[in-house]
């Protein structure tokens, strides 16, 4: 990890699906000490606005090869190379070097897109950071995208848009509390396949969701 980024607890992911650019330039400019992580086709946006980046991943197989061969001759920036044939994407292996920095926060820009295999493969992968005590986000203009497993205290200061959804990634979510919303359970058990949890809102200052076992998808939106 470059000297100059020691013990910073942030680190940001720029992958290759659908990114608002000033989205993203608003985001490093509110965290302007965050590590940052490039991802194959997310070059494309790096190089065009000249982002300072940390370390660069990928098979490049969707990258104008002009662009990768600028970074590698050009810059100093660490680059690991892949084989396109691999059994990881690139922002799974992305993600594993993030997890690998010890950070306490990760967000993942570019991470949802039109392909919708890609974009659920991301939304699974968080599974990675949640198990190592990690949070990570996929994050857009539109949405904040966490998974968690166990209790959660949400200022609503903090929130991320009006709504949240709670979806089951287990077929289970046993016990499951919501204080401080628009729509409250008590104990209650949520199953996998259910549209229950859909667009709630935080109504107190502090909203708190408790549950004894399983996982969930939290899902913020802004629109």
């Known amino acids: 990890m470059p000297d100059s980024k020691t013990g910073q607890v942030q680190v940001l992911i720029i992958t290759g699906g659908n ?7 608003d985001f490093i400019n509110k965290n302007p000490h965050c590590i940052r992580i490039c991802v194959d086709g997310g070059l494309r946006i790096a190089y065009d606005n000249q982002l300072e980046l940390d370390y660069i991943v990928g098979d ?11 970074y590698k001759e050009e810059t100093e ?10 059994d ?10 993030a997890i690998s920095l010890k950070p306490m926060e990760i967000v993942i820009i570019g991470g949802m897109g039109s ?7 991301n939304i699974q992968i968080l599974k990675k950071p949640m198990e190592a005590g990690i949070r990570a986000y996929l994050l857009d203009e539109h949405n904040r995208i966490s998974m968690i497993d166990s209790n959660v205290i949400i ?7 009006d709504y949240m959804s709670l979806l089951p990634i287990t077929q289970n979510i046993i016990n499951l509390t919501l204080k401080g919303f628009k729509y409250p359970l008590q104990a209650s058990k ?12 935080i109504i107190d200052e502090k909203a708190e969701i408790s549950f004894d ?8 939106a802004s629109d």
């Not at 920036?77 to 691999?86: A, D, G, Q, S």
Request: hydrophobic fraction near 40%; charge should be negative; avoid cysteine.
């Open 19 to 25: 990114v608002n650019e000033q989205f993203l330039i």
């Open 60 to 70: 490049f197989d969707t990258i104008d090869k002009e662009i990768i061969r600028y």
């Open 77 to 86: 920036v660490p680059i690991r190379e892949f084989n396109p044939v691999k």
């Open 88 to 97: 990881n994407t690139d922002t799974d292996i992305a993600l594993e070097l």
């Open 115 to 121: 392909r919708m295999d890609h974009t659920l493969a």
């Open 155 to 161: 200022d609503k200061q903090s929130q991320y848009g």
């Open 190 to 201: 949520m199953e996998y396949g259910e549209s229950v949890g859909i667009s709630n809102e």
């Open 213 to 220: 076992s399983g996982i969930l998808l939290m899902i913020e």
